[in-house]
Each structure stands twice: as C-alpha cells, then as structure tokens.
C-alpha cells in the first residue's frame, strides 16, 4: 500500500523560502511518476509540478517557475519541492501525488495516490 507523507510546510514571509517533502512507504517510488498539487481556501487544486519516474525529467507550471523547483531521490523514496520568493497568493496545501506510470500528467485526476497535505502560508 502506497503511503506519502508531507513535510516542510509552515508560516514564512513573503520573499521567503520552503523546503517541502514527501517521503513514500510500503513501496519503492522508483515505480511511480510523481506530482505536487496545491489548494488554496475556496479554490480547486492545482498542479504545481510533475516529475518522472526516474528524475530525468521535470516540469513546474510557467506561472511558477523560476521560483519553484523538483527533485527526487530514489533512494531515499523521497520527492522535494523548494519554493523560493514565497508570495501571499503562494498560500495552499500543498500535497504529493504518484502514479504508476513513466511520466506525470498535469490531471489531479490521473493520480491514485495522495498524501494528506502540508499547509504554507506566507505573509505578506
């Protein structure tokens, strides 16, 4: 069974900077494709980034980037996301998806695993 847990998030001001992660148990995530989503209050969930099964390829949504940046290590079963010049529209839950495939897809729905979410707020 296929476990992600978040970690990293917090309160920061604007200009600030984040470290999330999402560590995976009970499988090894070398087997998966793997995204961040975010949602903020009253708003749908978004993609933020995919990476590929094996880290070769990323992608941050255009709106997003320069600002944010993937990896993942294998080894470790882990997934990051850092997120710099943290704005106040940056505020969401911010959550690791995986699916079994070779690539991500920009669809929430593509996904059939998700952890449970690590709040950012950032203040202006």
């Known amino acids: 069974q296929v476990q992600l847990v978040e970690s990293g998030g917090g309160l920061v001001q604007a200009g600030g900077s984040l470290r999330l992660s999402c560590t995976a148990s009970?499988?090894?995530?070398?087997?998966?494709?793997m995204a961040w989503f975010r949602q903020a209050p009253g708003k749908e969930r978004e993609f933020v980034g995919g990476i590929s099964r094996t880290g070769s390829s990323s992608y941050v949504d255009d709106s997003l980037k320069g600002r944010f940046t993937m990896s993942r290590d294998n080894a470790k079963n882990t997934m990051t996301l850092s997120l710099d010049d943290l704005k106040p529209e940056d505020t969401a839950v911010y959550y690791c998806?995986?699916?079994?495939?070779?690539?991500?897809?920009?669809?929430?729905?593509?996904?059939?695993?998700w952890g449970q979410g690590t709040q950012v707020t950032v203040s202006s």
């Open positions: 009970g499988v090894t995530i070398s087997n998966y494709a």
């Open positions: 998806a995986a699916r079994t495939a070779l690539f991500w897809t920009l669809s929430r729905r593509d996904y059939a695993y």
